[in-house]
Nanobody, 120 residues
Framework: QVQLVESGGGLVQPGGSLRLSCAAS????????MDWYRQAPGKQRELVAG???????NYADSVKGRFTISRDDAKNTVYLQMNSLKPEDTAVYYC??????????????WGQGTQVTVSS
C-alpha cells in the first residue's frame, strides 16, 4: 500500500508563488510517473504537469512558463513550483503517483488534495 501526503497549498495574491510537495511512502519498489492535477469548482479534474522516471516533463498550456515540476527520487517526492499565479489557478491540487510495489505489483495512488486559492 502506497500513501501520498501533500503540502504547500494556501492563499496567495495574484502574481505570487507557492510550492507544492507530495511525498510517497509505503511498499515502493519503483516510481514511474509523478503528476499534478487540479480541479476547480464545477470543472473536471485536469492534468497540470507530469514527470516521468526518465525526466520527461509535460505541462498544460495554461501553466507553461509559470509552473515547474521536479522530483527527488531519493525522497520519493514530487514538487510543483507555481509562479505568477492567477485567479484562474484556484483549485484543489492533487498528486498522482504510479509505479511498482515491493511485490512488483503496479500501483497508482492519489494524494488527499491541497487547496490553492489565488485572490486579492
Amino acid at each position: 500500500q502506497v500513501q501520498l501526503v501533500e503540502s504547500g497549498g494556501g492563499l496567495v495574491q495574484p502574481g505570487g508563488s507557492l510550492r507544492l510537495s507530495c511525498a510517497a511512502s509505503g511498499s515502493i519498489l519503483s516510481i514511474n510517473t509523478m503528476d499534478w492535477y487540479r480541479q476547480a469548482p464545477g470543472k473536471q479534474r485536469e492534468l497540470v504537469a507530469g514527470i516521468s522516471s526518465g525526466g520527461r516533463i509535460n505541462y498544460a498550456d495554461s501553466v507553461k512558463g509559470r509552473f515547474t515540476i521536479s522530483r527527488d527520487d531519493a525522497k520519493n517526492t514530487v514538487y510543483l513550483q507555481m509562479n505568477s499565479l492567477k485567479p484562474e489557478d484556484t483549485a484543489v491540487y492533487y498528486c498522482n503517483v504510479q509505479g511498482f510495489s515491493d511485490w512488483d505489483i503496479p500501483f497508482g495512488s492519489w494524494g488527499q488534495g491541497t487547496q490553492v486559492t489565488v485572490s486579492s
